[in-house]
């Protein structure tokens, strides 16, 4: 019922584009509707997710509070990535042993728990969440795994708000790191290019290595190949480590003329 609620205030935009650029009404409200029940579908998701791993985790132990995801996932439709996405993530995040990482796109807050379980003591990171439940209840489940605010801050922004005020967030660590050394990008894809381009004019990335990991879901092969082209013409700082259909792996070096391997 309430999704008619929502998506009534855009029929006066649904009819002016129609008029004016001849699309058929009952197609542009199919696409309303569609993205209304999307982002319903997508709250709902959040708060059985958070509510159950809240109440079934064992907590302060991050182990228990990613098994507790994995479990509500086996029988929900959940937000977590896949286990083959999660065996390479988790390989990455060793062999690059980050001190800085950025997150884009927190959604239930598993991610960011096993970004931190596998970080180093010293090690930091910072996620950016546009949704301000997602971020509020994300922040909760890391805390519920046991980190503490020294070791992870939580923006609520957009992408592209975030990206110009990091280098406020990046000053504690400004004696153990030149910049971010792992980005992993899991929102929308549309931005995967503009905010890769903002970070590096933003002198945001490590210049002695940063590894960028694009997630791929359930997006067709158009949908980044944008950011692979753009990559594939810039073979002086930039390098396709690997390429997963899950998960693509980017790599980032300062302009040297050529990256060694």
């Not at 083959?84 to 990455?92: D, R």
């Not at 503009?194 to 590894?211: H, N, R, T, V």
């Amino acid at each position: 019922m309430w999704l008619i609620a929502v998506s009534v205030p855009l029929l006066p935009a649904i009819l002016m584009v129609s008029s004016r650029f001849h699309v058929k009404v009952s197609s542009l409200c199919h696409r309303a509707l569609a993205w209304a029940l999307r982002l319903v579908r997508g709250k709902v998701c959040v708060r059985s997710t958070h509510s159950f791993v809240f109440s079934n985790c064992t907590h302060g132990r991050a182990e228990s509070v990613l098994e507790t995801f994995e479990l509500y996932a086996e029988t929900h439709p959940s937000l977590c990535i896949s286990p083959q996405t999660v065996k390479s993530l988790e390989e990455v995040v060793k062999r690059v042993s980050p001190t800085l990482v950025l997150e884009l796109g927190m959604h239930c807050g598993y991610t960011s728990v096993l970004l931190l379980r596998l970080l180093p003591p010293a090690g930091r990171l910072i996620t950016v969440e546009v949704d301000p439940l997602t971020a509020e209840l994300g922040e909760e489940v890391i805390l519920v795994a046991g980190f503490k605010h020294s070791q992870f801050q939580v923006l609520t922004s957009s992408s592209a708000d975030a990206i110009p005020t990091l280098h406020s967030c990046l000053e504690p660590n400004k004696g153990t790191s030149k910049g971010l050394d792992l980005i992993l990008m899991d929102h929308d894809p549309q931005q995967y290019l503009s905010d890769l381009q903002a970070l590096k004019g933003e002198k945001l990335l490590c210049p002695s290595g940063c590894s960028i990991l694009l997630i791929h879901r359930n997006q067709r092969a158009e949908e980044i190949r944008e950011i692979l082209d753009h990559i594939r013409a810039r073979g002086d700082c930039y390098h396709i480590r690997s390429e997963l259909h899950f998960m693509t792996e980017l790599f980032y070096r300062e302009e040297n003329g050529r990256i060694e391997w």
